[in-house]
């Protein structure tokens, strides 16, 4: 368990590094300012948005038990695990959201063109909030119609990201079990989608630094306490 917590804890440094550069430079999403990659990274967002993300899972989730040659009769355990550790971290964000309450990087811009408390947008129905975001065409004429949209899918708080809790969860499920020696090449390949994931969330407005740091953090912590009961599981069985 020791080596397993030293690939996690190393796993979570390595997501880390792109946010805390963005934070470093005093990168900030702005309506004014539409980069041309944004609609690349949002294909990239949507293979973790519904439906996607359960596709991105099945895919994920085979190539991890390849690189982790376990035995057929493994298979339930594995899959059991993998559950608790993605569909469990999604369980906290969804907890975390209405606790916390964090407004989305583009409702406060959006409040702040329309002279209102960001918390204002949050006392409207979904249908509203969708109504709300459709007026963001009158301020920033440039922002394409497919972002809108996307903002118009998205009308919940912001801390953590669920995106990037989602993505931290299936790398650190890949630090912890894969040789990194052996299969190096897959682990560079889903480190560089988990940190396209994160970027596109910044991006497009959506998050903020602080809560794909959070979300990391959290899915580290979670991912390392899961483990510790599967690997005390595991001896016990034999």
């Given at each position: 368990?020791?080596?397993?917590?030293?690939?996690?804890?190393?796993?979570?440094?390595?997501?880390?590094?792109?946010?805390?550069?963005?934070?470093?430079?005093?990168?900030?999403?702005?309506?004014?300012?539409?980069?041309?990659?944004?609609?690349?990274?949002?294909?990239?967002?949507?293979?973790?948005?519904?439906?996607?993300?359960?596709?991105?899972?099945?895919?994920?989730?085979?190539?991890?038990?390849?690189?982790?040659?376990?035995?057929?009769?493994?298979?339930?355990?594995?899959?059991?695990?993998?559950?608790?550790?993605?569909?469990?971290?999604?369980?906290?964000?969804?907890?975390?959201?209405?606790?916390?309450?964090?407004?989305?990087?583009?409702?406060?811009?959006?409040?702040?063109?329309?002279?209102?408390?960001?918390?204002?947008?949050?006392?409207?129905?979904?249908?509203?909030?969708?109504?709300?975001?459709?007026?963001?065409?009158?301020?920033?004429?440039?922002?394409?119609?497919?972002?809108?949209?996307?903002?118009?899918?998205?009308?919940?708080?912001?801390?953590?990201?669920?995106?990037?809790?989602?993505?931290?969860?299936?790398?650190?499920?890949?630090?912890?079990?894969?040789?990194?020696?052996?299969?190096?090449?897959?682990?560079?390949?889903?480190?560089?989608?988990?940190?396209?994931?994160?970027?596109?969330?910044?991006?497009?407005?959506?998050?903020?630094?602080?809560?794909?740091?959070?979300?990391?953090?959290?899915?580290?912590?979670?991912?390392?306490?899961?483990?510790?009961?599967y690997s005390l599981f595991s001896r016990h069985r034999t």
């Open positions: 368990m020791r080596q397993q917590f030293t690939k996690l804890t190393l796993g979570a440094m390595g997501l880390l590094v792109p946010v805390l550069v963005v934070v470093f430079l005093g990168w900030h999403w702005s309506a004014y300012q539409v980069d041309s990659s944004a609609y690349v990274f949002y294909c990239i967002t949507q293979t973790v948005s519904r439906p996607w993300g359960i596709l991105t899972s099945v895919i994920l989730g085979i190539v991890l038990y390849y690189c982790r040659g376990s035995f057929p009769q493994h298979l339930p355990s594995f899959i059991i695990l993998v559950l608790i550790i993605v569909g469990g971290g999604q369980g906290i964000k969804t907890l975390l959201k209405p606790f916390f309450a964090e407004p989305r990087p583009y409702v406060v811009a959006l409040m702040n063109e329309m002279h209102a408390a960001p918390s204002n947008f949050y006392q409207h129905t979904g249908y509203e909030r969708r109504q709300l975001v459709s007026h963001s065409s009158r301020y920033w004429p440039s922002i394409p119609q497919w972002q809108r949209n996307h903002w118009q899918h998205e009308t919940g708080f912001s801390f953590p990201s669920g995106h990037s809790f989602f993505v931290a969860s299936w790398l650190l499920l890949f630090y912890s079990l894969v040789a990194v020696k052996r299969y190096w090449p897959i682990l560079i390949v889903v480190t560089l989608w988990a940190w396209a994931v994160m970027w596109s969330r910044m991006l497009l407005g959506m998050h903020w630094p602080r809560d794909i740091i959070a979300s990391i953090l959290i899915a580290w912590i979670f991912s390392v306490l899961v483990l510790c009961v």
